[in-house]
């Protein structure tokens, strides 16, 4: 049974530093393409950043130089730190496990976590 279970959303204030956690399991974590995505009501879903299996990394142009993805395959989890959050980055975020292709479109995800909520304040 496949599984993904995002922790470390919250509120926090504009410049303030958040870090997403996505606990896998059921399928084989490392050899999977492993993103964030996110979404506002009334928006469509939008990524955030990718990491390969061979650990190479895409970020939006949004949060490049904000947000670090990187993963432990040891733990099968995947991680978000979130630095100098603007309010715009207020959505729900979601973990996403990618297959065959790599992307920041949400169209190769196969596996869904089911979000976690970040609010930034201003």
């Known amino acids: 049974q496949v599984q993904l279970v995002e922790s470390g959303g919250g509120s926090v204030q504009a410049g303030g530093s958040l870090r997403l956690s996505c606990a896998a399991s059921?399928?084989?974590?490392?050899?999977?393409?492993m993103g964030w995505f996110r979404q506002v009501p009334g928006k469509e879903r939008e990524g955030v950043a990718t990491?390969?299996?061979?650990?190479?990394?895409s970020y939006a142009d949004s949060v490049k130089g904000r947000f670090t993805i990187y993963q432990d395959n040891a733990k099968s989890t995947l991680y978000l730190q979130m630095n100098s959050l603007k309010p715009e980055d207020t959505a729900m975020y979601y973990c996403?496990?990618?297959?065959?292709?790599?992307?920041?479109?949400?169209?190769?995800?196969?596996?869904w976590g089911q979000g976690t909520r970040v609010t930034v304040s201003s």
């Open positions: 059921g399928f084989s974590f490392s050899s999977y393409c």
């Open positions: 990491i390969s299996s061979g650990g190479r990394t």
């Open positions: 996403a496990a990618q297959r065959p292709f790599c992307a920041l479109s949400p169209r190769w995800t196969v596996y």
